[in-house]
């Protein structure tokens, strides 16, 4: 029989030894032998607990609301030695929504296994199980496009492509709105206006844009036919909300494709400005294009007969990318929306400029290599048409459209991110 004394004394030491095993333990997330940040372009500012010694739960919550439910997340592991870390992923208003990627570097981001991915009841939670490396260890909903790699992209991109760069204003935060352009050699071209970055998480858009405008602009294509026209690119048109993770707003708290019409926003605005200014020296406005992603591919157009001109565009183009569009499955669905009303950038160049605006939708879950095809065949039909486009002032029209291309164009992905 155990005394009194002695049963003190075991229960004493006991609880001694645990005081002690929760003191080697950090009660932070950026501290101890694992650690889960944050700090970088990109990441959003989550709420982290620890929840055990390689153990976290981030709450997952929206910059401002109401809002569109893409919940980003965005965090580096780590650790000096090999480790298991579990990672709670904790929904107070809204589903997950994108499956965990982990960065394998070379631009290369892997699918977290589905085993190590539990998913709770009406997606509220989702748990991570992960065994690290050691080092650092960078997973997120979708790749990370930081405003440098951005930078980057663009300063490479237009170097190859022989376009100019130029700062046509400045967010909220006084980042800098860089746009991308192209001379015509005539003063009154046709302006085509292409459009990014509206809204952060929208990474597949990202992609897309990027092999889009790879392909428009290769170097080894004639420039006659884009020399018909003015360029104006603007890739990253929301660099506040990219550089702190935003599921979808400025800093203003505001969705940017909600600002086409009043304008309230410096990024929209500079936009604007810069559209008008080429019009006041005689451009017409011929096209705009703006990219973003959804739960699918697809075009939202201004309806057929709509009397924007060029008339029927949305159809001959997409005709044109069918024609070539090496597949499988379909290329993109259609949805003929027009949206009065709604300050979006679509609705608003076609308003006020009775021309054709499209949104250019692709999946979040879309496979890389299909965005690239479908980027790049698009790329292709559109340069198709304006090249066999025949000009017709004399008809009040800019351009008018001929029959799409019969000849399947070969496409190369060779090289692009899965």
């Not at 991109?157 to 700062?167: C, K, Q, V, Y």
Request: aromatic residues 8%; contains cysteine.
């Amino acid at each position: 029989m155990i005394s009194r004394r002695a049963r003190n004394l075991l229960t004493l030491s006991g609880l001694l030894f645990t005081l002690a095993a929760c003191a080697s333990i950090p009660s932070d997330c950026t501290s101890g032998d694992v650690r889960l940040t944050q700090g970088f372009s990109g990441a959003p500012a989550h709420t982290c607990t620890r929840t055990g010694p390689a153990a976290f739960r981030l709450t997952v919550a929206p910059e401002s609301m109401p809002i569109n439910p893409s919940p980003w997340y965005a965090f580096d592991l780590e650790t000096a030695n090999p480790v298991e870390v579990r990672v709670e992923l904790a929904y107070a208003l809204h589903a997950h929504r994108y499956p965990p990627r982990i960065d394998r570097g070379e631009d290369v981001w892997e699918l977290l296994p589905a085993e190590s991915v539990s998913v709770g009841e009406e997606g509220r939670t989702a748990t991570l199980d992960v065994t690290i490396a050691p080092g650092t260890s960078r997973i997120a909903a979708q790749e990370v496009f930081g405003l440098r790699q951005r930078a980057q992209w663009r300063a490479g991109f237009a170097a190859s492509a022989g376009l100019d760069r130029r700062t046509i204003g400045h967010s909220v935060d006084g980042q800098p709105i860089e746009a991308l352009s192209r001379r015509a050699s005539d003063p009154s071209a046709p302006l085509i206006v292409i459009l990014g970055g509206q809204h952060p998480p929208e990474v597949t858009g990202v992609l897309a844009l990027r092999a889009f405008l790879q392909t428009l602009f290769d170097p080894s294509s004639p420039d006659a036919i884009l020399d018909r026209f003015e360029w104006l690119i603007v890739p990253d048109l929301n660099p506040d909300g990219i550089e702190r993770g935003h599921w979808r707003h400025n800093l203003n708290q505001t969705d940017l494709n909600r600002d086409w019409g009043p304008f309230n926003q410096p990024e929209t605005a500079a936009v604007r400005a810069e559209i008008e200014a080429r019009v006041s020296q005689g451009q017409t406005p011929f096209l705009l294009l703006d990219f973003h992603s959804t739960y699918r591919d697809v075009l939202y157009t201004p309806p057929d007969d709509f009397g924007l001109s060029p008339q029927n565009f949305a159809r001959h183009w997409i005709a044109g990318i069918d024609a070539i569009w090496p597949g499988p499955g379909p290329a993109f669905e259609r949805g003929p929306n027009h949206n009065p009303g709604l300050p979006t950038a679509k609705t608003w160049f076609a308003e006020t400029y009775s021309a054709p605006g499209l949104t250019v939708e692709f999946g979040d879950q879309t496979g890389r290599i299909r965005i690239a095809e479908l980027a790049q065949t698009a790329a292709t039909a559109l340069r198709t048409y304006l090249q066999t486009a025949r000009a017709s002032h004399e008809t009040g029209e800019v351009l008018s459209p001929v029959s799409p291309p019969a000849d399947p164009v070969p496409v190369d992905v060779a090289g692009l991110p899965r």
